[in-house]
């Protein structure tokens, strides 16, 4: 699990049937910008623990094919 910042959304016009209904952000983590599906509803600036490889396809949903998911919103650390 990874500690990261949201940055901001992405938009697609065009993607793959399972991804329908998600939506992404970017968030960064450490000096890396990941695109992250996003399973809780987080906003730019907000911290957020994003899950990586088969836990994000698993946060995501079957059939799913993501690699990164923002998996939690941070209050405090």
Do not use: H, Y
């Amino acid at each position: 699990m990874l500690l990261g910042t949201v940055e901001g959304n992405i938009w697609s016009t065009k993607k793959s049937p399972g991804l329908f209904g998600k939506s992404f952000l970017t968030v960064r983590v450490g000096g890396e910008l990941l695109i992250c599906a996003d399973c809780v509803g987080a906003g730019e600036g907000e911290r957020v623990l994003v899950a990586t490889g088969g836990a994000a396809r698993v946060a995501a949903g079957k059939d799913v094919p993501v690699d990164a998911a923002v998996v939690g919103i941070v209050d405090q650390t």
